[in-house]
């Protein structure tokens, strides 16, 4: 008898257990939601909340003026936005077309240059097709990216900057079309 009721008071006292422990796993949803809303750490709570970018400055504008020139080419070359407006920090992608308009193909280069000079260090480029030489067969044409940012630094009396590109022809650079499969 005395084995029965210490057994009966175990299964009371794990019966309270198991239930608490129960209500505790369904009390840790709320609490960790609100944590989570707090630190900002995984919030899944909003996922429609898109995190703003503080590095733009929207109190500020630019005016992007884009330019294109040849030396010695002939391709016809230009942006396809002759201008554009952005807030400092802002990520911008702008084209320029090109196109051979000459018999043969030739490999050419893009040189940047910026206005005024001292505009240079704020405009960050992250793809350019400035960074590698360019092929173009005889009659071939092609749109190019260049995506950048304006540094969000820069100074209050700059309102307004030039990009502009020069290609040149790279003598001696290979035109043929890359062979796959070779090594």
Known sequence: MKREKANRRLMVRLSIFAVAMFGFGFALV???EKICEVTGIN???KPAAAVENTQVDKTRWVTLEFDANSHGLEWDFRPVQRSVRVHPGEMI???YEVKNNGDKAIVGQAIPSYGPKHAAPFVKKLECFC???QPLQAGE???MPVQFVIDSTLPADLSTITLSYTFFEVK??????ARGGQG
């Open 30 to 32: 709320p609490f960790y």
């Open 43 to 45: 919030n899944l709570i």
């Open 93 to 95: 992608q702008i084209e």
């Open 131 to 133: 960074f590698t030489q």
């Open 141 to 143: 044409g092609k749109r």
């Open 172 to 177: 001696g650079a290979s035109t043929a079309p």
